[in-house]
């Protein structure tokens, strides 16, 4: 906790240099963002001290619901008050007599400080609740949660932590943000993030790049460098955070920032077009989205529909997960507004660093090669055909594929047909409406699949490459791991040969095979993807554009001779140089 406390303010200009994730400038004042848990300190205390504790805690519930207070009018002003009516629950928790009078008994008790005897309390009431067969109350923990925190930081007599308690534009920055954390940030406000760990291809990066704010990653200690109010200025192209920047500093980004808009505005230009090489083929270029807020900036990239919805968010930030219904909403509404395009639905892909109060998960030592993604899923049936109900039944609506993450190899795939068979079976028993042969594909992310892709390829009907998973499983280098950042190479020899092995086993047998990890977004990289034969592209809107411009720029052969020739190449190192040399030669202004 102690990283991110206030330190001495630097006047002069500094800059600090990290990992760009998300492109963009952003100028504005720092909120340092506290992310553990307080400590709870435990003492005994005198029957004379009990007076004195009872005050504290009355003045922090007072300072609590000030402070609840205050937040509510603030965001009411700066974004409406059907927003800022989250916080009226909030406010009920302080003013809880039944929470408020067991506190009291429980000092008199326990003969401990206010601080050990609330945080039993609440964490007692969040237990129980959380308990109880009800989802509007289990949906409470949250809050009390939250409010617990808050009455022990006044305790503490430290400052209040809140993502979304500044009403003025601001930069996060943060030790680490969850992608929970990334998903409840408040996009008019937040301009920009910067963190001290996390990588390109962590969850958080990839947020912020589909809500466009620009991040920076991997900032080791800038937390203690900096305090809420300084003025930084963010680059999210280079990765540089520069602190106080000076008038020349800010007229240097401005230009920059033009140059950046001018090549924005000649994208907007080509947003109708066709994402054809020069040669006339098409490659099909669709959008990944983790939220049903993107969509409309999927419509306003000019994305062929979505080749990747990440559902796993839609079990984010609550206690329970979102039952038949409420998933067949959200994904009719999705399917129905990507028409005349279609929508690739990716079944749950929780675990890993995707994390949530809504479902079961154990704790595990090496997560991203624990219980994640379709073998959560298949160890839990009920989970699984909850969601598959309601894809089936949405693919009656809107053109719905279906996908499974985290295959590893064919009798995974038999499994989870097996169970939409069952799903099926249920749905007609039911008499509901539902679409009863959707393409079914796979991911291809794990090695085993992609060395086994001519297994799975006469079983699917299409395979989408998850390259951020690939090149970590590949390499062995944990994905979110800012240590050994510089060891996640996506033009590494060894991802180019599976890679490969999956573009062929796929044509082979007459299936399309797409790309919608991050490399399908990285503008150096589309001619190594185009030569190497991908049918489709998923990448992030804010990326689509840029990506169409490329692949608009290159010709199939250009394509396939750099794919052939940096097949002979042995390092990442060259196949990146000869690859950025392929890129630069068609659309430098792309990549300046
Ligand atoms: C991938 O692994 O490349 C992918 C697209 O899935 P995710 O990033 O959600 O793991
Ligand atoms: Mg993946």
Excluded at 165 to 178: G, K, P, W
Excluded at 192 to 214: L, Y
Aim: hydrophobic letters at 40%.
């Amino acid at each position: 906790m102690s990283r991110c406390e206030p330190q001495t303010k630097p006047k002069q200009e500094k800059r600090f240099q990290g990992i760009a994730v998300a492109p963009g400038i952003a100028q504005a004042q720092v909120v340092i963002h506290w992310v553990d848990d307080e400590e709870i300190p435990q003492r005994a205390i005198t029957a004379e001290e009990l007076p004195e504790e009872i005050a504290r805690f009355e003045s922090a519930l007072i300072a609590t619901r000030a402070e609840l207070l205050e937040i509510q009018q603030r965001i009411s002003d700066a974004i409406g008050s059907k927003d800022a009516s989250i916080f009226d629950a909030h406010l009920l928790v302080v003013e809880d007599r039944t929470l408020i009078d067991e506190v009291l008994r429980g000092l008199e008790k326990d003969h401990q400080n206010v601080e050990a005897v609330f945080h039993k309390v609440a964490e007692c009431y969040c237990r129980t609740l959380g308990e109880i067969d009800d989802p509007y109350l289990r949906e409470r923990v949250v809050d009390i949660e939250d409010v617990a925190r808050r009455v022990i930081r006044h305790l503490l007599g430290k400052a209040p932590r809140n993502l979304a308690s500044h009403d003025s534009r601001h930069i996060i920055v943060s030790h680490n943000l969850t992608p929970s954390d990334t998903a409840s940030i408040n996009r008019s406000l937040v301009l920009g993030f910067v963190t001290e760990q996390g990588s390109k291809t962590s969850h958080t990066a990839i947020m912020a790049r589909s809500m466009d704010i620009p991040a920076i990653v991997g900032l080791h200690d800038i937390c203690s460098h900096l305090n809420s109010g300084d003025d930084v200025l963010i680059d999210g192209y280079s990765g540089i955070l520069i602190l106080n920047p000076t008038p020349e500093t800010l007229q240097e980004y401005g230009g920059i920032e033009l140059k950046k808009e001018a090549v924005e505005e000649k994208l907007e230009l080509i947003r109708e077009t066709s994402s054809t090489t020069s040669d006339g083929r098409h490659i099909i270029l669709s959008a990944n989205i983790e939220l049903p807020e993107e969509l409309e900036d999927v419509t306003a990239s000019g994305a062929e529909g979505i080749g990747l919805y990440r559902t796993e968010f839609l079990y984010l930030n609550r206690t329970t997960p979102p039952d038949e219904e409420e998933q067949y909403e959200n994904y009719r509404l999705i399917a129905e507004r990507s028409k005349p395009h279609s929508v690739i639905i990716r079944t749950l892909d929780i675990g890993g660093d995707k994390e949530t109060g809504s479902l079961d998960l154990e704790e595990e030592q090496n997560p991203f090669l624990g219980c994640r993604a379709i073998r959560f899923c298949l160890q839990n049936p009920e989970i699984f055909k909850t969601q598959l109900r309601a894809i089936l039944r949405a693919a009656a609506v809107g053109n719905v594929r279906v996908m499974y993450p985290m295959v590893s190899g064919l009798e995974e795939l038999r499994r989870a047909n097996a169970v939409m068979e069952e799903c099926k079976q249920e749905l007609r028993q039911r008499g509901a409406e539902f679409h009863p042969d959707p393409d079914i594909g796979v991911m291809i992310e794990i090695p085993s699949a992609a060395l086994c892709a001519d297994h799975l390829a006469r079983e699917v009907k299409f395979f989408s490459i998850g390259t951020n998973d690939l090149i970590q499983y590949a390499i062995a280098v944990d994905r979110v791991n800012d240590r050994i950042a510089h060891l996640y190479e996506p033009t590494h020899p060894a991802v180019i040969r599976l890679l490969k092995i999956v573009v062929d086993a796929a044509h082979k047998n007459n299936i399309w095979v797409g790309v919608c990890g991050e490399m399908a977004g990285d503008i150096q990289l589309i001619p190594l993807l185009l030569g190497l034969g991908v049918d489709e592209l998923s990448a992030s809107s804010s990326v689509v554009p840029r990506v169409k411009k490329a692949v608009q720029s290159l010709s199939l052969p250009t394509c396939q001779r750099l794919a052939d020739e940096v097949l002979a190449l042995d390092t990442a190192s060259a196949i990146l140089t000869r690859c950025i040399e392929v890129a630069h030669s068609h659309y430098a202004e792309l990549l300046d």
